[in-house]
């Protein structure tokens, strides 16, 4: 390949639609909010589901299609614009007034799934077979009568989605007022200088500049510590009410039903976790060595080791990166690496590092034009490229259902981050292959193991944290004190007591616990990372026939339980302990990789 720059920095999207001030796109935008309004009001005469009425239920089937499809293409374009321009008041102005149009789309969902909610097994078959469309999208259908359980009856659901407005999501939106007011004050260069949380780094290399960082942060939060237990109390009190209003089990029904997963699955990845996760102390041992400290503490969690310092740099120009990307991809499958280079010439992809632009980074489809759009800020560094190969991955993800119903093209949390751990993966393996120095292969390995370090203990922290604060809610409200206690024994637990000092602020800190959407954010997140490394580890049982299995596993994702999708396509169980132990076996081998490499190091 030539080593001219190849690889533009900035997207395409004139080609998806016309430029949001213009009017082409105001019709687009009115044709939408036309057809939503008309689809909320026909939903509320909906026919009784039973073979009779097949035909006329397809018919509004396609429409839901044809109109949500739409959707998500303009909340995907306006997002991109309102993240490229992050300053622009008319990008903003069109988000919220999307955003506003929230309430038809639940007012649908509320009576087609309140049509399914007693429907047999019998009933629900005879209705699908009734016609060729409804067969098809059996499994969305099954989906609806599922998911009707978890509403109340329809003037109850309503009223509750009014008042959650100004009760729940308001809590919510109090901490996120909370967050974005709360400063730091520090000591920089003799003076005290006030600082936003997100610009306070605990992964410096100077341990005494990260301990008075994490002090500074953990006195700040403190201080809002009686609010931001008002707002968990309440959030959790909002849906403990509802839960024992529909007869749920507990506080894990929805979230189980969400994700579309067993509770068995849950409980048997926990105590895989639980039982393996102590090979992680020998990487903590090893790496307190490496930082000269005897035992590590909360904040050196992400302090980067410096005998791999050597090792890093900015120095991967984008050109690079993508044709890294590209030809790791094609080791994998021609059919992977073909969509990265599509993805990457066609310019789906947005990464100058430039004033202006939203934090962090996205990968967002629009399912009518088959396409995906892929949002970051690349400043040249390996973790970049990363970055880079887990957001591919997303699309990719996209890419293989682009060809199945738009109703079974959805996939829920837990499952979201399947292909993009997986090419994280790929992309790690190749670099660690391809590693000529020992620093720099002590680097790859770090950044692994923090990473299951994050998903197999900090995850399993919060997990803990939130499961007993919700059996505890049931009685009443905590103080700040207890859910201070609660927190410093899920940290004592999910570590294995590994470290010195703990945080007393994490339940404070932690965006994911005052999410007001999901319930229990957290946990889907260790599970797609695992499920994506037993995906990585089956390679070799399949052979050649592995890329064509994971594409079927991706595929199954929109059409399909979480268990259904594995054993269907990679013939394991995932309520059995043997699919997660292979997961951890690839972390335990990285672990042996990092002791052997760093050895010669202390």
């Known amino acids: 390949m030539s080593t001219a720059a190849q690889f533009a920095l900035t997207w395409d999207l004139d080609s998806l639609y016309a430029h949001p001030s213009s009017d082409e796109f105001k019709t687009v935008l009115n044709e939408y909010k036309s057809d939503l309004k008309q689809l909320a009001e026909d939903s509320e005469n909906l026919p009784a589901v039973e073979p009779a009425t097949a035909s006329e239920w397809s018919e509004f089937f396609s429409r839901i299609s044809d109109v949500y499809s739409r959707a998500s293409d303009l909340h995907a374009f ?39 909610r007693q ?25 609806c009568r599922s998911n009707a359980q978890l509403r109340l009856p329809k003037d109850q659901e309503m009223l509750f989605s009014e008042l959650s407005v100004d009760g729940i999501h308001a809590w919510g939106r109090m901490y996120d007022r909370i967050s974005g007011d709360l400063r730091v004050s520090l000591m920089e260069k003799g003076e005290i200088v006030k ?114 310092s050597a090792a890093g740099g900015n120095s991967l120009s984008y050109d690079d990166a ?23 010439t066609e310019r789906w992809v947005e990464v100058e590092d430039r004033e202006g632009k939203r934090q962090g980074g996205f990968c967002t489809g629009l399912p009518t034009k088959k396409q995906s759009r892929i949002f970051m800020t690349y400043k040249g560094s390996p973790d970049d490229m ?61 950044n692994m193991l923090s990473d299951s370090m994050a998903f197999m203990m900090n995850i399993h922290a919060r ?16 103080s700040a004190d207890r859910l201070t206690e609660l927190m410093h024994e899920a940290q004592k637990e999910a570590y294995c007591d590994a ?12 965006l994911h616990f005052y999410i007001t959407g999901w319930p229990f954010y957290n946990f889907p997140y260790t599970f797609g990372y695992l499920l994506s490394l037993g995906v990585y580890s089956t390679a070799d049982e399949f052979g050649d026939d592995f ?18 999708a594995v054993k269907s396509t990679l013939g394991y169980d995932l309520t059995q302990p043997e699919f997660w132990n292979k997961s951890i076996d690839i972390v335990d081998a990285r672990v042996d990789q990092f002791l052997a490499v760093s050895e010669d190091m202390v």
Request: hydrophobic share 40%; with cysteine; charged share 25%.
């Open 386 to 446: 990363s970055t880079l190969a887990h957001e591919l991955g997303h699309a990719y993800h996209s890419h293989v259902l682009r060809s199945q119903p738009y109703l079974l093209q959805d996939y829920p949390m837990n499952l979201a981050e399947t292909a993009s751990t997986f090419a994280e993966a790929v992309l790690g393996d190749q670099r660690l292959a391809e590693a000529s120095k020992p620093a720099e292969k002590l680097g790859i390995l770090n």
């Open 195 to 308: 600082k936003s949380p997100g610009q306070v780094r605990v992964d410096l290399p100077d341990r005494a500049v990260r301990q008075n960082n994490f002090c500074a942060l953990e006195k700040a939060w403190k201080t809002k510590a009686d609010d931001c237990a008002d707002a968990l109390n309440h959030i959790a009190g909002t849906r403990l009410v509802k839960y024992k209003r529909l007869g749920l089990e507990d506080h894990l029904s929805v979230p189980l039903r969400l994700n579309r997963m067993k509770r068995e699955t849950l409980e048997t990845m926990w105590s895989v976790i639980s039982e393996r996760k102590g090979s992680l102390l020998k990487y903590f041992k090893r790496k307190a060595e490496l930082l000269g400290i005897e035992r590590m503490s909360w904040y050196d969690q992400m302090a980067p080791i410096p005998q791999a």
């Open 322 to 344: 993508c044709r890294t990307v590209i030809k790791t991809f094609h080791g994998f499958s021609d059919h992977l690496g073909e969509f990265a280079e599509k993805a990457l």
């Open 547 to 564: 890329p064509m299995k994971y594409r079927e596993l991706l595929i199954a994702t929109g059409n399909s339980n979480a268990e259904e």
């Open 119 to 143: 429907l047999s097994d019998e009933e629900l078959d005879a209705f699908a077979n009734a016609a060729p469309y409804l067969n098809e999208i059996r499994f969305f259908l099954e989906e």
């Open 463 to 478: 997990f803990l944290f939130e499961n007993r604060f919700h059996r505890e809610r049931e009685d009443g409200e905590l």
């Open 499 to 510: 470290f010195e000092d703990w945080s007393e602020a994490f339940w404070i800190s932690k």
């Open 78 to 116: 306006i997002g991109c614009h309102a993240a490229a321009e992050a300053g622009n008041k008319q990008f903003q102005q069109i988000e919220a007034a999307l955003a506003a149009l929230g309430p038809l789309s639940n007012q649908v969902f509320t009576n087609v799934e309140g049509a399914f």
